[in-house]
């Protein structure tokens, strides 16, 4: 109220965020301060290991009110090196109900055994882990309806997949390339059905 007597005022009309935010619940990852923005101006959806499932509700609800009612027009798959949820995947151990949540980290873990296996540094591997299991979820957003619809409107959002360094304290962009998918166009495209009267 010092610097601003009309922050409350303004804030309470409405929101008009720029960002839909996808990200970790690690509690050591203020997304206000890590992205440099301020109150109205990013939505966020956070989860462990910054999952984009397809079957999340919360998730796909979340998303489809920022792209179809806010507009937003980027959306940040955002995931952190030392994260424990990628690190429990990777384990054999049981930790309970989240070992299904974190099986779709394991389809991450399955899909690049290759090149995770010549990782010998178990702490380098964790870290690749974390940025391919970013770069999955990237693709499986590109792959919800949502934005499939909305890629086919005049002004679609844009995606990126970041990774945030908390020893650094800096944000990195892994530079997804969802043009990629379109080989698999035949599969995952989806074109939205012509309403009948």
């Not at 990200?23 to 109205?40: A, F, H, L």
């Not at 499932?53 to 998303?63: A, F, G, I, Q, W």
């Not at 997949?161 to 990195?172: A, H, K, M, P, T």
Request: with cysteine; net charge negative.
């Amino acid at each position: 109220m010092a610097e601003d007597s009309e922050f409350f005022i303004k804030l309470a009309e409405g929101q008009t965020p720029r960002y839909l935010y996808i990200g970790c619940s690690d509690s050591r990852i203020p997304v206000n301060e890590v992205t440099g923005t301020g109150p109205g101006e990013i939505f966020v959806h956070r989860n462990i290991a910054n999952m984009v499932v397809h079957t999340d509700m919360n998730l796909l609800s979340v998303l489809q009110y920022a792209v179809e009612v806010l507009k937003v027009k980027d959306i940040i798959v955002c995931g952190h090196y030392g994260c424990g949820g990628v690190a429990a995947a990777a384990s054999n151990n049981q930790y309970g109900l989240i070992d299904n949540w974190l099986r779709n980290i394991k389809d991450v873990i399955r899909l690049h055994e290759h090149e995770l296996e010549q990782i010998e540094d178990k702490e380098q591997r964790l870290r690749r882990l974390v940025e391919l299991n970013i770069i999955e979820q990237v693709i499986n957003l590109s792959k919800t309806s949502i934005i499939q619809n909305a890629m086919a409107t005049d002004n679609p959002p844009k995606l990126y997949g970041l990774v945030y360094d908390l020893r650094e304290g800096l944000l990195r962009d892994l530079n997804v390339n969802t043009e990629t998918l379109s080989r698999y166009e035949r599969i995952y495209g989806l074109k939205a059905e012509e309403a009948t009267v």
